[in-house]
């Protein structure tokens, strides 16, 4: 049965599709079937926020909605919409949002990311048999265990004899992972405070140097190191080239190079608060960035999205020198 949307005004339609947050929403239940909690780690909003804009929605006969247990599941649906109201939806989202075959960018493409770590969360919801288990197993493993055992133990994958650069290191966070695996961690960055509070975390481990210096103009001696990585670097860095040109300086043949940072964002504000050269990268930008400066290989993964987290989402990129 169609929904008495058709008795609203073209006003207060309009109204309903005001808010742009609103919009974002309608275009996440159109795909799917959510919860308000759902839908609140997608569009980044407190359910108290989320809440009261779904309630419009559905007072506005934009939404139909079901119950399942303690929640409440939201959905739109193109067919049940009263005919005037289904061509202003397709109107608006057609205008405001990208088409079929256009790529999604900025907050659309983030919540496009969200929603997907939101789904495979789902996969491992309690309700059903196997989701029980996994999510029980998960859990229990966690408390027994920690979080951080997967993948400090995949990291053993390490060839253990290998020299390490971690440029940019800041604080010591990627060196604290490889210093147990390896020979020997090069923790290089620009700033005495940094170094100062790495060397303060990393004080029990005798296999990390730490040394200051531009990563244009890196304190490492050529082809002497197995693996060079770069962690929320790159997007500070004004000559990508010349930084790119140092590592593979500095690489062995065979040697790579890891770069993990933020995909092609429009979030403007960063620019000014955070002191980012860089909105992010594409996978082409980088592949142009890494082959310019002698890299092989180069593969770019976008990384999955936590959903409680509120930046853009990541990739990571390899590249390598040629073996001969």
């Known amino acids: 049965m169609k929904n008495p949307i058709g008795t609203k005004t073209l006003s207060a339609h309009l109204t309903d599709l005001s808010e742009p947050v609103r919009i974002r929403i309608l275009r996440l239940l159109e795909r799917e079937e959510l919860s308000v909690g759902e839908v609140a780690s997608v569009v980044q909003l407190p359910q108290s926020t989320v809440s ?3 309630k419009m929605l559905a007072d ?4 139909a909605k079901r119950t399942e247990g303690t929640a409440t599941l939201y959905r739109l649906v193109l067919d049940d919409l009263e005919r005037g109201a289904a061509a202003l939806w397709v109107t608006v989202r057609d205008q405001l949002l990208p088409g079929s075959g256009s790529p999604e960018s900025g907050e659309l493409a983030e919540d496009t990311r969200r929603l997907a770590s939101v789904l495979a969360e789902r996969r491992t919801d309690s309700q059903s048999f196997f989701g029980r288990v996994a999510g029980q197993w ?9 979080d951080r055992f997967t993948l400090s133990g995949l990291l053993a994958l390490i060839p253990h004899d290998w020299t390490v650069a971690d440029l940019g290191c800041g604080t010591g966070n990627a060196a604290e992972y490889f210093a147990p695996l390896v020979k020997r961690v090069m923790a290089v960055d620009q700033s005495p405070p940094m170094l100062k509070a790495a060397r303060k975390r990393l004080a029990g481990h005798s296999n990390i140097s730490f040394l200051r ?19 929320l670097v790159l997007h500070h860095i004004d000559d990508l080239a010349g930084a790119c040109s140092e590592v593979r300086r500095i690489l062995r043949p065979g040697g790579v190079f890891l770069a993990i940072d933020m995909v092609e964002h429009d ?4 620019r000014h608060t955070m002191g980012h050269r860089w909105l ?7 592949t142009t960035l890494l082959t310019s400066a002698g890299l092989i290989d180069p593969r770019f993964i976008v990384l999955p999205s936590d959903p409680g987290a509120r930046g853009p989402g990541l990739f990571a990129c390899t590249a390598f020198v040629p073996a001969t």
């Open 213 to 231: 210096g531009e990563l244009n103009n890196l304190p490492i001696d050529d082809a002497s190191v197995d693996a060079a990585v770069m962690v």
């Open 267 to 270: 979030r403007q504000l960063y």
């Open 280 to 286: 992010g990268f594409s996978d082409k930008q980088m």
């Open 138 to 146: 998960d859990d229990l493993r966690n408390e027994l265990f920690g």
């Open 60 to 63: 506005g006969s934009w939404l």
């Open 52 to 54: 009261r804009h779904l």
